[in-house]
């Protein structure tokens, strides 16, 4: 009860902010988008760590340590590195060759209709992706706080959690968002350094006794502090452990709601402070990480956080629990209750962050580029407005009117694509949430991560090319993982009934990654070169290293 009287205070706190940003609001496409463009860096830096820390960080990856010792530490060193691709490659080009999405990078040189209908359905599919499992993890934890009883219960607050998030998009835009996702990092981490503290206070320092006391109750032994316990053994596991790697460190680069962060800061200056304040934030955080998944190992024992949740997404609340002094100490009630009503916190901030990404892509991308009835090309005002020519007062007009269109359908975009998570939260309620990210790092890495370094570094890349890095690398992605062990043909499958199993691989990223490269120099060598395309290239180089004409 604690834990939910807790949890509807931060509701109430959060919807007070979203209330207070919809009063501040001026209805632009800006402010809807990237709330203005004035947040600092270190308040950015927090956002971006709140939107990055998800539930597969805190419930996920925790419980695969767990479950698997040295294996599950794959997921934390991947998650950490992949940030230093982002913070050399990424955050400042993409800031100034942009103005809201992914496409907007890609469209400034290129056939603009075509690419970013490609690079929006791209973004959605990965959001959608992402938000699963957040859905997969709200479920879970109410599960344990109702005593794994209740399915209704279960479905009831995957609905509620879609609901939320949706009407933090509808009203608030990003500047509630990005609060928002200030406020969850905040309560993230002093969560985290809390219960960390109570892990090393348990085995008074010694991390030596905390992993061999680990390795003694998990049941494997030696074994759970060597690799090969999850991706070991067979030739699949091995190459599942490369597949996963690969989409770890590649995908976060390539993740919609991650590279629409850059653009709620005025400079790309203020957009590479912004990560180097996320790294050190995140990184202590996946720290923490490792010493709760062997903490819930030697406290618990796998056993117990196997029995509690199949996929150990609730190793972390029930440490929390035995660490505050057991099932019946006070102690004990608040320690879980809290724990869990950050977990719940973590889980609305990200669905919030994730959910506006997403409806940006729809109505950006998708709807904008179906709108308007001629391609245009160029990184200036043609860039982002209907044509070059509409200026003036008449051309004003027709811009805000345009602006207030696409922030029109975003909101209503909100709400498709939260009823798209529900739905397929619903059905993947058994898997471990950080497994699930993992897959949305595939997608992401495959299809959005090819297309944005071709079009900041190639200068002889197409609008063919573009076309097909990201269909070649998203279709085959998607398309494995349907034909994997995870939809059909295992005991922990989605539809365990049904096998049409023909992939063995978990993930899909050792082979959809390559194919999106592969497929992008592809077309781009077998289409004809646009009679300005190296005027183009040029223009976006200089806007990309040095900010001018930036948004």
């Known amino acids: 009860m604690l834990a939910l009287v807790l949890f509807s205070a931060f509701v109430a706190v959060t919807l007070a902010v979203t ?17 203005g463009r004035l947040f600092s860096p270190m308040e950015n830096g927090f956002a971006i760590a709140g939107d990055y820390m998800s539930a597969a960080s805190f419930l996920g990856i ?28 990424v955050a400042e080009l993409v800031r100034n060759c942009g103005r809201f999405t992914l496409a907007d990078v890609v469209a400034a040189r290129m056939r603009r209709r075509p690419v970013r209908i490609a690079a929006g359905v791209s973004s959605v599919t990965v959001s959608v ?56 990092a905040v309560l993230l981490m002093g969560g985290a350094i809390a219960l960390t503290l109570l892990v ?17 109750q998990s049941g494997h032994g030696a074994d759970f502090l060597a690799p090969g316990l ?69 406290v618990l024992g796998t056993g117990a956080v196997r029995a509690a949740n199949p996929a150990g997404n609730t190793a972390v609340p029930l440490l929390a629990l035995d660490l505050g002094g057991g099932p019946d100490s006070t102690g004990g009630t608040i320690l879980f209750a809290v724990v869990a009503a950050v977990a719940f916190a973590t889980i609305l901030a990200v669905v919030a962050g994730i959910t506006l990404a997403s409806s940006a892509s729809v109505a950006h991308d998708l709807y904008g580029a179906l709108r308007r009835s001629r ?55 058994d898997l471990n949430v950080a497994f699930l990210v993992g897959l949305a790092f595939a997608v992401a ?55 049409f199993q023909l992939f063995p691989l978990e993930n899909p990223g050792l082979v959809s990654i390559p194919l999106g490269f592969a497929l992008g120099w592809l077309g781009t060598i077998t289409s004809p070169q646009a009679p300005d395309a190296a005027a183009r290239h040029a223009e976006t180089e200089v806007r990309a290293l040095t900010g001018a004409g930036a948004a």
């Open 62 to 89: 925790s419980g695969l340590i767990a479950l698997f010792g040295y294996d599950g530490l794959l997921y934390s060193v991947g998650f950490l590195v992949a940030w230093l691709l982002v913070l050399f490659l």
């Open 445 to 499: 890495a495959s299809a959005n991560l090819p297309v944005l370094l071709y079009s900041l570094f190639w200068r002889r890349f197409t609008t063919r090319g573009a076309v097909w890095s990201v269909y070649g690398g998203l279709l085959p992605a998607i398309a494995l993982v349907v034909l994997s062990p995870v939809v059909s043909g295992s005991p922990t499958a989605i539809f365990p009934g049904l096998d």
């Open 230 to 298: 999850k991706y070991g053994g067979s030739w699949t596991a091995r190459l599942d452990f490369l597949s996963l790697g690969l989409a770890l460190v590649l995908g976060t680069a390539g993740l919609p709601h991650i590279l629409s962060r850059f653009y709620t800061v005025p400079t790309a200056r203020a957009a590479r402070r912004s990560v180097v304040w996320s790294i050190g934030l995140i990184g202590g955080f996946y720290l923490m990480t490792i010493v709760l998944g062997f903490g819930a190992a030697a």
């Open 200 to 216: 090393l206070v348990r085995f008074h320092g010694d991390l030596g006794t905390l992993l061999t006391t680990a390795a003694r």
């Open 19 to 35: 209330a207070w940003a919809g009063r501040r609001r001026h209805g632009s496409a800006e402010e809807f988008y990237a709330g």
């Open 129 to 184: 992706l992402y938000l699963v499992a957040q859905m997969v993890g709200a479920g879970s934890l109410v599960a344990l706080l109702l005593g794994g009883t209740s399915q209704v219960a279960r479905t009831w607050t995957v609905v509620g959690v879609g609901a939320l998030m949706v009407f933090y998009v509808i009203c608030g835009g990003m500047r509630a968002t990005t609060w928002i996702q200030i406020i969850k």
């Open 375 to 429: 391609p245009s090309y160029g990184g200036t005002a043609s860039s982002y407005g209907d044509d070059a020519s509409s200026e003036g007062r008449d051309g004003a007009s027709r811009e805000r009117g345009a602006a207030f269109g696409e922030v029109a359908v975003a909101r209503a975009a909100a709400v498709g694509v939260g009823a798209a998570a529900i739905g397929l939260g619903l059905l993947a309620q």
